[in-house]
């Protein structure tokens, strides 16, 4: 056992009738101090320091639920199992949302005492070192699939998954010996992904073939609407800017409630809200709902929100003709914490009709604030904190009592989804353009654009990526992986301002790979 040896209390009046016990643990490494009475152990927390504390429920004079109270009030962090006679489910919900750490039934034997406190005091101890032993075959099978061949979206959707799931082991363990080797596999993997899917996305608009994925313009089509055959109120969540990492992590504290499927699908590109959500509404790539839709198809900085206020007339086209017969949905859009307040008034009193729709803007709001060398750059450094810091929201979010409530009635389907994802940028991409180019971290949009060295898409034929060629000459310049475009005279000045920060609209793991989960309550 590494370090200094855990130093156990064990507190029962009989204390002599368990002298085996006792010397079990002491041959397994753990040090053992033994009371026979509730005051005697509080005086010796007062004294010393313990790792956990074992707690006869049954004592003569001051009993065990009493000596729990006083020694709180001396340690409230001091982990204590208690021991007892008792199967009440009144004490089992104490041991699980109170201040008992678990609890053992008696009679004990010293096996069941030693898994109790293994699970407490050196579960994390356990877990990363099962995690460092099975990091090297993981790592070897992320090799082998980066470099033997090509593979297909959804391959590289698991790939990515169990590349977040890494990420988050490394993180909640602190294995800082592997953060180091598993960033530089994940900085190279984006880099294969996001030049494999710049060539890939045309060839699946021009041919929807079996490798196809789901992409934007069809993902009510062929996840959401399917559903509705069944004659059960459908919920459509979008959380704007979710990335596949941040709903991982969700999808964690939604389990209890709900069976959860996972889907993954492709954004369109460039990946963001104008071009992509608007796609998801209208189930058109962007290049048709210019055509189709004379003047509310506009291009400019993704921040405005007005480039998605046509999506609920967008949505409507879109129900009519797959599921002809007069059917609307009910669509509400939260854009601030203001507007997110009212939602609770709708929760009360939520529609059942066939397909409902929330767009929560929250995490996209949070998102563009980073870089800017503000509180989020403090907050959320890193994608990690990022993370951490949308759990956080939406755990204090209409969201999140949103579902809850949705939980409770079991004729309901929800889906949970997003636009488009984040990427966080660390090398600058130099780009050469005239002052009219519209210029965004990851995207920019002009004519006669050139590039030094990679790290950059040039989409010169825009009607191939289902986007629009409004004017002569017109090029998308994409940025790849982790790089943010930054113009030629101003090298410094953005690479600095850019560094660190979240971005989308560009091609990476992060931005394209998104979530698309069915959940039915359980």
């Given at each position: 056992m590494a370090g200094n040896n855990p130093n156990i209390l064990w507190v029962d009046d009989e204390i002599d009738l368990l002298k085996s016990h006792v010397q079990f643990l002491e041959e397994k490494g753990y040090e053992v101090t033994t009371a026979v009475a509730g005051q005697d152990a509080v005086a010796l927390v007062s004294e010393r320091s313990f790792s956990a504390v074992l707690l006869d429920e049954i004592m003569p004079g001051m009993d065990g639920l009493s000596t729990l109270q006083a020694i709180k009030e001396v340690d409230q962090a001091i982990p204590v199992i208690m021991v007892t006679k008792s199967t009440e489910e009144s004490l089992m919900d104490e041991a699980y949302w109170g201040d008992i750490a678990d609890f053992i039934v008696k009679p004990v034997n010293p096996h069941q005492i030693l898994s109790s406190l293994k699970k407490l005091l050196e579960l994390e101890s356990l877990r990363r070192d099962r995690f460092v032993a099975e990091f090297g075959a993981y790592y070897n099978r992320a090799q082998q699939a980066l470099y033997s061949s090509e593979m297909t979206f959804a391959e590289w959707a698991d790939f990515y998954i169990e590349m977040c799931i890494a990420n988050r082991e490394i993180d909640a363990l602190n294995v800082n010996d592997l953060k180091e080797l598993q960033s530089d596999l994940y900085r190279e993997a984006d880099r294969v992904f996001s030049a494999w899917l710049a060539t890939s996305f045309p060839v699946w608009l021009a041919a929807d073939g079996p490798d196809a994925p789901i992409l934007s313009h069809n993902l009510l089509e062929k996840l959401v609407f399917p559903l509705m055959n069944d004659?059960?109120?459908?919920?459509?969540?979008?959380?704007?800017?979710?990335?596949?990492?941040?709903?991982?992590?969700?999808?964690?504290?939604?389990?209890?409630?709900?069976?959860?499927?996972?889907?993954?699908?492709?954004?369109?590109?460039?990946?963001?809200?104008?071009?992509?959500?608007?796609?998801?509404?209208?189930?058109?790539?962007?290049?048709?709902?210019?055509?189709?839709?004379?003047?509310?198809?506009?291009?400019?900085?993704?921040?405005?929100?007005?480039?998605?206020?046509?999506?609920?007339?967008?949505?409507?086209?879109?129900?009519?003709?797959?599921?002809?017969?007069?059917?609307?949905?009910?669509?509400?859009?939260?854009?601030?914490?203001?507007?997110?307040?009212?939602?609770?008034?709708?929760?009360?009193?939520?529609?059942?009709?066939?397909?409902?729709?929330?767009?929560?803007?929250?995490?996209?709001?949070?998102?563009?604030?980073?870089?800017?060398?503000?509180?989020?750059?403090?907050?959320?450094?890193?994608?990690?904190?990022?993370?951490?810091?949308?759990?956080?929201?939406?755990?204090?979010?209409?969201?999140?009592?949103?579902?809850?409530?949705?939980?409770?009635?079991?004729?309901?389907?929800?889906?949970?989804?997003?636009?488009?994802?984040?990427?966080?940028?660390?090398?600058?991409?130099?780009?050469?353009?005239?002052?009219?180019?519209?210029?965004?971290?990851?995207?920019?949009?002009?004519?006669?654009?050139?590039?030094?060295?990679?790290?950059?898409?040039?989409?010169?034929?825009?009607?191939?990526?289902?986007?629009?060629?409004?004017?002569?000459?017109?090029?998308?310049?994409?940025?790849?992986?982790?790089?943010?475009?930054?113009?030629?005279?101003?090298?410094?000045?953005?690479?600095?301002k850019f560094s660190g920060g979240f971005f989308h609209g560009g091609v990476s793991m992060a931005e394209n790979i998104l979530p698309a989960a069915v959940l039915y309550p359980k």
């Open positions: 004659k059960r109120p459908v919920y459509l969540i979008v959380i704007d800017c979710l990335r596949f990492d941040q709903w991982l992590a969700l999808e964690e504290k939604l389990s209890s409630l709900f069976r959860i499927e996972r889907n993954s699908y492709c954004s369109q590109l460039p990946s963001t809200t104008c071009y992509a959500r608007n796609a998801i509404f209208a189930g058109f790539t962007p290049v048709e709902i210019a055509a189709k839709y004379a003047g509310k198809f506009q291009e400019a900085d993704d921040t405005s929100d007005s480039l998605n206020k046509y999506e609920e007339e967008f949505l409507n086209d879109n129900l009519a003709r797959h599921l002809p017969g007069g059917k609307q949905a009910r669509y509400y859009k939260f854009t601030s914490r203001e507007s997110e307040q009212k939602a609770d008034k709708v929760i009360t009193s939520l529609p059942r009709r066939s397909l409902n729709v929330f767009i929560f803007n929250f995490v996209d709001t949070i998102t563009h604030e980073s870089g800017r060398h503000g509180a989020l750059d403090v907050l959320a450094p890193t994608a990690d904190g990022l993370r951490r810091l949308a759990v956080s929201w939406f755990l204090a979010s209409p969201v999140e009592r949103l579902l809850t409530t949705l939980a409770k009635d079991k004729e309901a389907i929800v889906v949970i989804t997003t636009d488009h994802g984040s990427q966080i940028t660390s090398s600058p991409t130099i780009v050469y353009a005239d002052k009219e180019a519209s210029k965004t971290p990851r995207l920019w949009i002009g004519r006669d654009m050139r590039v030094d060295g990679e790290g950059a898409f040039l989409v010169k034929r825009p009607e191939e990526f289902g986007l629009p060629e409004d004017f002569l000459a017109k090029t998308y310049l994409l940025a790849l992986a982790d790089r943010h475009l930054v113009f030629s005279h101003y090298i410094h000045k953005y690479h600095k």
